[in-house]
């Protein structure tokens, strides 16, 4: 028995010392026997922190965080781990909520299937003055081709649709809404076309050529843009988002965002890319850049051309599947340039949409004009999806950060061959070359046009595999990133992407308290299991928000 005593004494010693030290500091949250990957600069595993006035004030071992700290929520983690939140680096966060209560057109099989679902919702909502829907692919369909309006015509022909493609750079309209925009055979603009058939509109309208349509849409009421904000945000925070970049917002709903900060309504952190209006460009500039916990506004959001899968990327080289077709800019090279240059006078980050190999050219040779050489504007391009070998280096000389979205790859994987051919294709979703220009990426995952869940982009950025773990060797798997990458992408250079890796990104003092909890360890599980790994709680600033 006296062997027994000085453990006994131990553990008698430590009990009194964890829980009757006078001189614990009292905080809001501790948290403890956890796995925390704090993604700080020695990226460190520890197992505790505390929190109090929504920040981490410190990180380290269970038994230091337990004897120099008192909570009334201490929460034993049972060994779970833990991540800095989550960031999506280039998202429609706004748009994707609007989208909730719309015709919902992701996954259909055919043009037979979206008019159906098209019907449905319209059966089940027979006030409406517009019927709006998103989502369709033409891609998945057997056939390949766009749809055509005259089942719509048919079944609605005093009531407007418009059904938007999944990337949102081509829609189908009916002939009540080609009427209320002056749609015609005859009709040309920059930037933009009007798909026609046997010379007559098919209702197929590719990037620029959808805002003679979609501006006659009436606007949302402040009502549907609160739900739509809080429904987006729900489901954000069940994948364990905290942080959002929302591409391409008006003033008008950057108000709201910031009212609904205030109130306490919306907890969802926001990067707002101001779309380049006139009237936005105006206010921005005058009054500066924002910044605050919950919102940072200090960049613009430019569309440089349309997408591969509507054959609006501006390629260097005609389309391998369609001869003489280049895609197209949506504004001509002098537009951008005045663009870059208000901008850079101003202070503001320009960010810029940028698909084909064209594209991305233009619009690098135009931020080298202005950047000159390394400098630490963060200035961004967004997919930065096919560049070509001449101008990959672009991204290091002028320290250009490269937003990419990596689902995007193995979505566009099947059919992305047939539009670039063998060789161009080897240039396209190529994250490890571009990583490797400045040692960072930023990831997105575009929602909606890809799912919002940050875990379907780390599988496909580690592993450029598919929902079903195909291919079996990955796709052009010498462009996969490591797992500790993938974190970084989605946390601290996400943040840094934005101006705001001094507030958020990492666990570490001083920062906003804002960590995900997963059921199991994405450093360590087996790839297989990645995209099914599930969030156990979210918070924001110390608060489970999930």
């Given amino acids: ?140 369909w057997e056939s390949k081709e766009f749809p055509a309006k005259e089942k719509l015509d048919s079944l609605f022909p005093n009531t407007p649709v418009l059904l938007t493609r999944i990337d949102g750079h081509a829609a189908l309209a009916n002939q009540k809404a080609l009427d209320l925009g002056k749609v015609t055979a005859t009709t040309t603009l920059t930037g933009g076309k009007v798909i026609l058939r046997d010379k007559q509109p ?37 994948v364990g988002l905290t942080s959002v970049v929302d591409a391409g917002l008006e ?19 926001v990067y707002a890319m101001v779309n380049p209006t006139e009237e936005n460009m105006e206010h921005f500039f005058t009054t500066g850049p924002v910044q605050n916990d919950f919102l940072t506004v200090r960049s613009f959001k430019i569309y440089g051309d349309g997408a591969l899968g509507s054959r609006g990327a501006a390629l260097l080289k005609p389309y391998h599947d369609h001869a003489g077709n280049y895609g197209f800019l949506l504004k001509n090279p002098a537009d951008f340039d005045a663009l870059a240059k208000r901008i850079y006078d101003n202070g503001f980050q320009m960010n810029t949409h940028c698909i084909g190999d064209s594209a991305n050219r233009t619009l690098l040779d135009i931020y080298a004009k202005y950047l000159k050489g390394k400098n630490d504007l ?30 995007h790859a193995t979505s566009d994987m099947y059919w992305a061959g047939q539009r670039l051919g063998a060789m161009r294709i080897k240039t396209a979703y190529a994250y490890k070359d571009l990583l490797d220009q400045n040692g960072m990426l930023a990831l997105g995952s575009d929602f909606p046009v890809e799912h919002i869940n940050p875990l379907y982009g780390f599988h496909a950025a580690v592993v450029r595999k598919d929902a079903n773990n195909l291919p079996e060797n990955g796709f052009q798997s010498e462009n996969k990133i490591t797992r500790l990458q993938a974190l970084k992408g989605m946390t601290i250079w996400a943040a840094y992407a934005n101006f705001e890796e001094h507030l958020k990104g990492s666990i570490e003092p001083e920062k906003l308290a804002d960590f995900v909890v997963l059921e199991k360890d994405i450093m360590l599980c087996p790839e297989i299991d990645l995209r099914n790994v599930k969030v156990f709680a979210t918070y924001i600033g110390g608060e489970k928000v999930y």
Avoid at 202 to 230: C, F
Avoid at 378 to 403: G, L, T
């Fill in 251 to 269: 003033k008008e709903t950057i108000d709201l965002i910031e009212k609904m900060h205030q109130e306490g309504s919306l907890k969802m952190r």
């Fill in 202 to 238: 098919t209702g197929v309208l590719i990037d620029n050529a959808i805002k003679l349509v979609s501006t006659h849409i009436p606007a949302w009421s402040i009502e549907e843009s609160r739900n739509a904000l809080i429904a987006a945000q729900e489901n954000c925070f069940e």
């Fill in 1 to 140: 028995m006296k062997k027994n005593i000085p453990i006994l004494s131990m553990i008698f010693f430590s009990l009194c010392f964890f829980s009757c030290n006078p001189e614990q500091e009292e905080v809001d949250l501790i948290v403890h026997n956890a796995v925390i990957y704090t993604v700080d600069e020695g990226f460190s595993i520890l197992q505790a922190f505390a929190v109090k006035d929504n920040r981490f004030i410190e990180i380290g071992s269970d038994r230091s965080i337990l004897s120099k700290y008192k909570s009334e929520e201490t929460i034993d983690m049972d060994g779970r781990s833990i991540y800095p939140g989550f960031i999506d680096a280039h998202s429609h966060f706004y748009r994707y909520g609007l989208g909730l209560g719309i015709a919902d057109l992701l996954g259909t099989e055919s043009e037979e299937e979206l008019v159906e679902r098209v019907k449905d919702h319209a059966d089940k909502n027979p006030d409406l003055t517009w019927i709006l829907g998103q989502g369709w692919d033409q891609n998945l």
């Fill in 378 to 407: 963060r200035w961004r391009i967004e997919h930065a999806q096919v560049v070509s070998n001449e101008d990959m280096s672009k991204f290091a000389a002028y320290s250009i950060i490269p937003s990419v979205q990596p689902t």
